[in-house]
Nanobody, 120 residues
Framework: QVQLVESGGGSAQDGGSLRLSCVASVTTYCMAWFRQAPGKEFEGVATLESSNIINYADSVKGRFTISKDNAKRSLYLQMNSLKPEDTALYYC?????????????????WGQGTQVTVPS
């Protein structure tokens, strides 16, 4: 089991930026960011494979950037041009094998979540 610890959430103004971090106990093949807003479905935000293949949800393309630092076993999500609709609890997730896709049920290892709030 992979232990994941997120940090970096908080409140930002409309149009502002935040950077989320996730530290993993071991490196894995696939890492991802998901989010869940109140009353909304779980959403895969971005995935990053060990081969550096990246995928983003359409809702965040051009605004969010996923990256990693293997030496630190860390995953990041740089969020720019934040909008009120980005308000959600953000989770880091890990998966040890293919495929690497933003589907909740594919991932067994999850962090505790970090809240991002963008007031309208």
């Amino acid at each position: 089991q992979v232990q994941l610890v997120e940090s970096g959430g908080g409140s930002a103004q409309d149009g502002g930026s935040l950077r989320l971090s996730c530290v993993a106990s071991v490196t894995t093949y696939c890492m991802a960011w998901f989010r869940q807003a109140p009353g909304k479905e779980f959403e895969g935000v971005a995935t990053l494979e060990s081969s550096n293949i990246i995928n983003y949800a359409d809702s965040v393309k051009g605004r969010f950037t996923i990256s990693k630092d293997n030496a630190k076993r860390s995953l990041y999500l740089q969020m720019n041009s934040l909008k009120p609709e980005d308000t959600a609890l953000y989770y880091c997730a890990a998966r040890g094998q293919k495929p690497c896709r933003p589907i909740e049920s594919d991932f067994l290892d999850w962090g505790q979540g970090t809240q991002v709030t963008v007031p309208s």
